[in-house]
């Protein structure tokens, strides 16, 4: 789930974690009401919340066996330790941990009850680049493993590289859904050619072959419609005589995509802040 800061993720998700109760509509986890059947999907389900935190005074593997004890089932502490690579760290304090080996606890207690869908809200929030890239190779991993992840965040690179599908979210809604190629090609505008600092005889041919061209920045922009469009681009440079800086081909990403769906770029932060 991809969106700005309030856009309605973690009220979603909270909503299908059975801890925050609907205003109206329906939801289903595994087939389940989340109003009728709540404690039974909380068996089913693993939660690393937004503000995770654990006890500052226990070790890494006392927090989870004492998370674990919550329940019926528990899977063995060490085990979930060495998937998350905490073995060097398993008898040290919490309190003592990095940003991103906390969050690696915390993806390890939320698979303590061997779940079959994981909530992951913003896991990487206030992480340094670094951590954040700790924290996606354990993603990974939980996919390699056939686990379902319901990750958010509004990290447009986190949102590409992680998800097998995206939802786009902004003011409650969800405005687009499918994998990010999907996305891409179903709400992006289309790749595009771009000639750069092309001089009169060269902007000539281009103006004339080309009449749904656009100038940004002193660049000629062509959309592409397939991949023989660039090579006849290509033989009318070469044809014009004239010189060019260079030729750049772009394909729309998911920011581009949500520009064009909310008028809005999405910020680090994962504020908005108006297009200009």
């Given at each position: 789930m991809l ?6 993720k ?16 329906e ?5 389940l ?13 693993g939660?690393?919340?937004q503000?995770f935190?654990?006890?500052d ?13 919550m329940?019926d ?15 060097e760290k398993?008898?040290e304090?919490f309190k003592?941990?990095s940003g991103?080996?906390?969050?690696r ?17 913003e896991?990487t929030?206030g992480?340094?680049?670094k ?8 993603i ?23 998800s097998?599908?995206?939802g ?6 969800f ?21 750069a600092?092309?001089?009169a005889?060269c ?10 061209h656009?100038i ?30 260079q030729?750049?081909v ?19 932060g994962g504020d908005t802040?108006?297009?200009?």
């Amino acid at each position: 789930m991809l969106g700005p800061n309030g856009a309605g993720k973690t009220t979603t998700v909270e909503i299908l974690e059975c801890l925050r109760s609907m205003t109206s509509g329906e939801a289903r986890v595994l087939g389940l009401d989340v109003m009728k059947k709540a404690r039974e999907i909380k068996y089913k389900i693993g939660v690393l919340p937004q503000d995770f935190n654990a006890f500052d005074l226990l070790t890494v593997k006392e927090n989870i066996q004492f998370f674990g004890s919550m329940y019926d089932r528990m899977l063995d502490p060490m085990d979930l330790i060495k998937v998350m690579d905490l073995q060097e760290k398993a008898d040290e304090y919490f309190k003592n941990l990095s940003g991103g080996l906390k969050q690696r606890v915390g993806v390890a207690i939320a698979m303590v009850n061997d779940p079959e869908i994981i909530f992951l809200d913003e896991p990487t929030t206030g992480l340094d680049p670094k951590a954040r890239r700790e924290v996606w190779k354990v993603i990974e991993e939980l996919k390699k493993k056939g686990k379902t992840v319901i990750l958010t965040t509004h990290y447009m690179e986190e949102a590409e590289i992680l998800s097998d599908r995206v939802g786009i979210i902004d003011r409650g809604r969800f405005l687009a859904l499918g994998s990010p190629r999907e996305i891409i090609d179903e709400h992006g505008s289309g790749s595009h050619c771009i000639i750069a600092n092309a001089d009169a005889k060269c902007l000539n041919v281009l103006k004339e072959r080309w009449p749904d061209h656009e100038i940004r920045n002193g660049n000629f922009i062509i959309p592409l419609r397939d991949k023989d469009n660039l090579v006849e681009i290509i033989y009318a440079l070469d044809g014009s005589g004239g010189n060019y800086e260079q030729i750049q081909v772009t394909r729309p990403t998911l920011e581009d995509v949500f520009l064009r769906l909310t008028g809005r770029k999405l910020a680090e932060g994962g504020d908005t802040e108006n297009a200009e």
